[in-house]
């Protein structure tokens, strides 16, 4: 999308969609092993936004934000941004689909991701991420063979851990209580790399689970399923 192109994964071409992808009709495209172009239309539908309002927020820090944490944020927003943009270096994908459930016993259901949200009556950006409700302390696991590129404590996201599993797949994991990797360290699949927390802006523990490829916000709970099971275009 966006004129941009980049290698399948084990032989099928994927078209990440950002959550906040204007509706329209897209051409994509796919180029066989034989050398030959094939092109698609790719229809982008409006999807209603969930609601959730929060309130009684119990970090009080993170409503009346002030110009020392926002200057903080700003700053840390300079430094992530870059991993996670599609302009990022990209390497041969070291992953494969599925990936892996980024805790055990994860629960089940669509949960919020995209959701339009408030705090205390006042509006916040979009949620980028998908939260599991995790007992705090369990293991946090990789969802995918990777290095970390980044490890540190952020002040929206408290303890946070971004992977990158080449072919542009950035994994997420924030608010953690504490994480064991550091950054240009190499993980596997299902290693652990920290434990479910409550750091940063939140109302109690749980694992903030995102995703990023080729710089698109994506659900990551369409990575848990077998892909046979993902929409397809003919």
Request: some cysteine; aromatic content about 8%.
């Amino acid at each position: 999308l966006e004129k941009r192109d980049w290698d399948a994964v084990n032989g099928t071409c994927y078209y990440p969609i950002d959550m906040d992808m204007k509706p329209g009709q897209y051409t994509i495209s796919r180029r066989t092993t034989g050398g030959k172009l094939e092109t698609a239309q790719l229809t982008v539908t409006a999807k209603p936004c969930q609601q959730e309002d929060i309130t009684n927020f119990p970090k009080k820090e993170y409503i009346n934000v002030s110009p020392k944490n926002l200057a903080r944020a700003a700053q840390e927003a300079k430094r992530v941004n870059p991993l996670i943009s599609y302009k990022a270096k990209t390497r041969p994908a070291v992953f494969d689909l599925p990936v892996g459930k980024p805790a055990n016993d994860l629960p089940k259901g669509e949960g919020n991701f995209g959701a339009c949200r408030t705090f205390n009556g006042q509006p916040r950006d979009r949620h980028t991420g998908q939260d599991y409700p995790v007992e705090i302390g369990k293991p946090v696991l990789s969802a995918g063979n990777g290095r970390v590129i980044l490890a540190a404590n952020l002040f929206y996201s408290g303890n946070a851990v971004f992977i990158d599993h080449g072919n542009g797949l950035i994994s997420e994991y924030f608010h953690l209580k504490s994480y064991s990797v550091k950054p240009n360290q190499t993980v596997t699949k299902g290693q652990v790399i920290g434990q479910v927390g409550e750091t940063g802006r939140v109302t109690g523990p749980h694992l903030h689970f995102g995703v990023r490829w080729q710089g698109a916000c994506v659900n990551p709970g369409y990575l848990l399923v077998d892909p046979s099971d993902l929409a397809a275009v003919h």
